[in-house]
């Protein structure tokens, strides 16, 4: 397996913001992630981006995005799931295109950090819908 060699301050962008998971005012991830605004939401692109990078072992919640999303992996190793299918491996170069009110999850793979950025396609269709937490259990199948 391709691994990558570079540590998430290497990564072009600033990590930003360290957000703990798990917590009242962040209960849609689980672990600790950082976060860097890269293009604000507004009402004209209608297009805003973040730079996500997430610890080893933490994930986001099972969610969807009305007007869907695209990752642009820039370090580490990750996985991307949607409902119902095997989860996939997801690295430094690769481009997820998320479709609108897929559910899915993404997030650092078991034993590495990964980071992407993400792009909120057509927000004007909504905010994401967040659900459940990926489990430990199921998370733990795919060391
Ligand atoms: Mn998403």
């Keep these: 397996m391709k ?12 990590k930003g913001e360290k957000i703990s998971g798990g917590t009242i005012a ?4 689980t672990g600790t992630v950082w976060l860097q605004v890269l293009v604000q939401p507004d009402n004209t ?19 969807k995005h009305p007007g ?39 997030g650092a793979a078991p034993d590495s950090w990964m980071s992407h950025i993400a792009i909120s396609t057509n927000v004007q269709r909504g905010d994401a819908e967040w659900m459940e937490p990926v489990t430990d259990e199921e998370y733990r199948k795919l060391l």
Excluded at 3 to 14: G, N, Y
């Design 45 to 63: 692109f209608n297009c805003p981006a973040f730079s996500v990078t997430f610890e080893q072992g933490a994930r986001n919640n099972w969610h």
């Design 26 to 29: 962040n209960d849609h991830f």
């Design 68 to 106: 869907g999303q695209i990752l642009l992996v820039t370090g580490g190793k990750g996985y991307y799931q949607e409902w119902g299918r095997k989860a996939q491996v997801i690295l430094e170069g690769e481009v997820v295109k998320i479709h609108p009110d897929v559910k899915h999850w993404h």
């Design 3 to 14: 691994t990558s060699k570079k540590t998430p301050e290497q990564l072009i962008f600033p």
